[in-house]
């Protein structure tokens, strides 16, 4: 991703990289680019994500995004009721093509990390979770969390 007109970040195109400051530049020859995706400043919603809030009786949400976002971090907001689901949906294309795939089998074509914090006032869950056909929960925490990284 390149940062553009100093307020938001667009993807490089196919065989470009940035350092995520300057200009995408293509890439010189006999070089390939490492392709993904790393979202460190949260001054604004980036174009493939995607924050909403869900409330069980339809007026437990502050906002209709619910997650706020805090410059180097995103966080759940304040003024929720506690019968609201947060949602922060990524797409990530290119998962599904063919070159996922070796002998008929599914290969690792990439991995997701990402570092998180609960603080909880009453109960809180975070799921992760995969959609694809349905939903499939990967991982939960319940309760306080200290900051932690998955992969």
């Given at each position: 991703?390149?940062?553009v ?94 070159e ?7 290969i690792?074509?990439g ?41």
């Amino acid at each position: 991703m390149t940062f553009v007109n100093s307020s938001t970040c667009n993807f490089c195109p196919r065989n470009y990289y940035s350092n995520g400051i300057n200009e995408c530049k293509k890439c010189e020859g006999s070089t390939a680019p490492e392709y993904g995706m790393s979202f460190t400043s949260w001054n604004y919603m980036p174009p493939n994500m995607e924050a909403t809030c869900l409330s069980m009786y339809g007026n437990g949400c502050a906002t209709d995004d619910g997650w706020a976002l805090s410059g180097n971090h995103i966080h759940s907001g304040q003024g929720h009721s506690d019968d609201v689901y947060l949602v922060l949906s990524v797409s990530t294309a290119g998962f599904r093509s063919k070159e996922g795939y070796f002998n008929g089998g599914a290969i690792e074509v990439g991995t997701v990390k990402f570092e998180f914090e609960l603080q909880c006032v009453g109960d809180c869950l975070l799921f992760f979770l995969e959609e694809d056909y349905k939903s499939t929960v990967i991982e939960s925490w319940e309760g306080a969390q200290n900051r932690t990284t998955y992969m």
